[in-house]
């Protein structure tokens, strides 16, 4: 395939890329964002395996190797819940940042055969995006690893902090760039492995600071890291395809880790940078003295909810993790049935990704015109008759508002208290993922429903 047919279908399934963001910004264009992604990425694939131009031995290995990464992806796709998409999202991430380094260091190794030059004498225009890739790589990689234990429940979901681990980050930072520097004056084969070696470290440093409270911005960063090692590969390869997608990618997720952070009243650079001037908060995670609360059943949530005139519900993890939603649409059908005007509240961050909560709602076909975001609805909480929290801790936590040595203290969160009745879903009285006590628990207008979140919904249907 010519050169120029080549960059005309690249550019093809850069557009395609692009109308895929764009579908995907709204659950309601969301599958026709994913068609169009995929048409990207076929288109994409073909491309590349025609302007190779040489279908020896070596196209037969990719091929296989291709079909055997592809059957895996989908095996997993397929098996996976949606509570562990977070994890998944983090785990193919630290894949997307463990192959930039692998061809980075192949171009290195061989530049030759990626027409960069020779050992010793590599472009220097190259040896830069080769070298920035590779760092950008690792980073992501050790570090999407690190947030898939936490997410996992393998390692501690609590900041990791020790004295001075920002100094430490500062001056890792800065050797990989006058590494980087001299790399390309010397172009020694011990610089770049350090390089490599030291960015693994700073992925680590970067992520263990950061609490569970802040890994739904972890996660969308990560993504944001690897699309700009993808595209700083891409420049290496010259591959027009891989620096569009991971352009858009690294952009995208940039963007995305600011809103987020808009959202929870979190310090953009202080998450990117591993918490920096964050202050320590130990102390903070500790729950309270445990007080009284009050004890409610299916038929006391099914008395209040059918004598209101507004219920507003407020799905969490919680939800994820039971599957309910199935079974609190068919909730929500009864009470409509009876009169009741019911609204759903997401919370930016609620769950362990963004978009988590609208995913499932959307699989269980809830109207996405009832579905609202915090900015939209937060002021109907006062006016609220009954709030049905289902799974949600930290998003629904006054103590955002009143106490400022909480670890989410500033937070934008649901003004769930403020309604004239609170039914709280939940199994215990567990502190939620970012480790502290949910004040909510012990209001006056609150009624604790320990339950699993499905049996509960569902006993509450029968009760209606």
Same mark, same amino acid.
């Given at each position: ?61 990719? =091929?296989?190797? #291709? %079909? &055997?990464?592809?059957?895996? /992806? !989908?095996?997993?796709?397929?098996? +996976?819940? @949606? ?118 470290? =700073?992925?680590? #440093? %970067? &992520?263990?600071?950061?609490? /569970? !409270?802040?890994?739904?911005?972890? +996660?969308? @960063? ?123 509240? &997401?919370?930016?961050?609620? /769950? ?113």
């Amino acid at each position: 395939m010519s050169a120029n047919l080549s960059a005309l279908f690249y550019l093809i399934s850069g557009i395609l890329f692009i109308l895929a963001l764009r579908g995907l910004s709204s659950p309601e264009t969301s599958r026709q964002g994913n068609y169009f992604g995929i048409a990207g990425m076929i288109i994409s694939i073909i491309v590349t395996f025609l302007s190779l131009g040489n279908f020896g031995p070596g196209f037969i290995y990719v =091929v296989v190797f #291709l %079909l &055997i990464g592809g059957s895996i /992806g !989908a095996y997993i796709a397929f098996r +996976i819940p @949606m509570t562990a998409m977070p994890e998944l999202v983090a785990g193919f991430h630290s894949l997307v940042g463990l192959a930039a380094v692998f061809v980075a260091i192949s171009a290195f190794l061989n530049p030759e055969a990626f027409g960069l030059g020779s050992i010793g004498a590599i472009k220097l225009a190259s040896l830069i995006e080769m070298s920035l890739g590779a760092a950008i790589g690792a980073i992501t990689f050790s570090g999407s690893i690190i947030a898939f234990l936490k997410l996992r429940g393998i390692m501690s979901g609590a900041p990791i902090t020790f004295k001075g681990q920002h100094l430490i980050n500062l001056l890792l930072g800065l050797s990989i760039i006058f590494l980087i520097y001299y790399l390309c004056i010397s172009q020694a084969s011990n610089l770049f492995w350090s390089i490599v070696i030291i960015s693994f470290l =700073v992925g680590i #440093l %970067l &992520i263990i600071p950061i609490g /569970g !409270a802040d890994m739904p911005v972890v +996660i969308s @960063m990560l993504n944001s890291y690897s699309g700009w090692a993808a595209a700083g590969i891409g420049f290496t390869l010259e591959n027009t395809a891989l620096i569009i997608t991971g352009a858009l990618v690294g952009s995208s997720g940039a963007i995305l880790s600011y809103i987020m952070c808009k959202g929870m009243n979190r310090s953009f650079f202080n998450v990117i940078l591993g918490g920096w001037g964050a202050s320590e908060q130990t102390e903070s995670l500790q729950t309270k003295e445990q007080k009284p609360v009050k004890n409610g059943n299916a038929d006391d949530a099914a008395f209040l909810m059918k004598n209101a005139s507004s219920v507003i519900i407020v799905p969490g993890y919680g939800m994820a993790v039971a599957q309910a939603q199935h079974a609190l649409r068919e909730m929500v059908d009864s009470l409509k049935k009876n009169g009741v005007k019911v609204s759903y509240a &997401i919370h930016p961050v609620a /769950g362990r990704m963004p978009g988590h909560m609208n995913v499932l709602l959307a699989e269980a076909n809830v109207p996405y015109d009832e579905v609202f975001e915090l900015d939209e609805i937060n002021n109907d909480f006062a006016n609220c008759d009954v709030a049905y929290v289902i799974g949600a801790n930290d998003v629904t936590n006054p103590i955002a508002k009143s106490d400022p040595q909480s670890p989410i203290y500033g937070m934008p969160v649901l003004d769930v208290e403020k309604s004239k009745s609170v039914l709280f879903v939940k199994r215990s009285l567990s502190p939620g993922y970012a480790g502290i006590d949910n004040d909510l628990f012990y209001r006056d207008n609150t009624l604790m429903l320990f339950a699993d979140a499905k049996k509960m919904t569902e006993e509450i249907v029968k009760s209606l």
